[in-house]
């Protein structure tokens, strides 16, 4: 069984800084990729980034390039994303996603709370 564990959330005031981590057990993602998403209140859940986890490659949505930063461990099968500069519209609940190919999405973990204070 796969399954994919957040942590790192919490609350922290207007340009602060956060650290998401996201350990996968069951399979490692080798060939495919691991990223996160989140989920603000009342509205649908949208992509944040994503690491490809042979080559490393990243992908960021603009709102959140150059103040993300995702990254991942293969030894601990764990993904990061180091959130910098924090504002109050990144308020949401952030899961963490796993792809068995880089085209796909077919894991997803229980999410993590972030709020941010104005």
């Known amino acids: 069984q796969v399954q994919l564990v957040e942590s790192g959330g919490g609350l922290v005031q207007a340009g602060g800084s956060l650290r998401l981590s996201c350990t996968a057990s069951?399979?490692?993602?080798?060939?495919?990729?691991m990223g996160w998403f989140l989920q603000a209140p009342g509205k649908e859940r949208v992509f944040v980034a994503t690491?490809?986890?042979?080559?490393?490659?990243?992908y960021y949505v603009d709102s959140v390039k150059g103040r993300f930063t995702i990254s991942r461990d293969i030894a601990k099968n764990t993904v990061y994303l180091q959130m910098n500069s924090l504002k109050p519209e990144d308020t949401a609940i952030y899961y963490c996603?796993?792809?068995?190919?880089?085209?796909?999405?077919?894991?997803w973990g229980q999410g993590t709370q972030v709020t941010v204070s104005s």
């Open positions: 996603a796993g792809g068995r190919l880089v085209e796909t999405w077919d894991y």
């Open positions: 069951g399979r490692t993602f080798s060939g495919g990729r």
């Open positions: 690491i490809t986890w042979n080559g490393g490659i990243t």
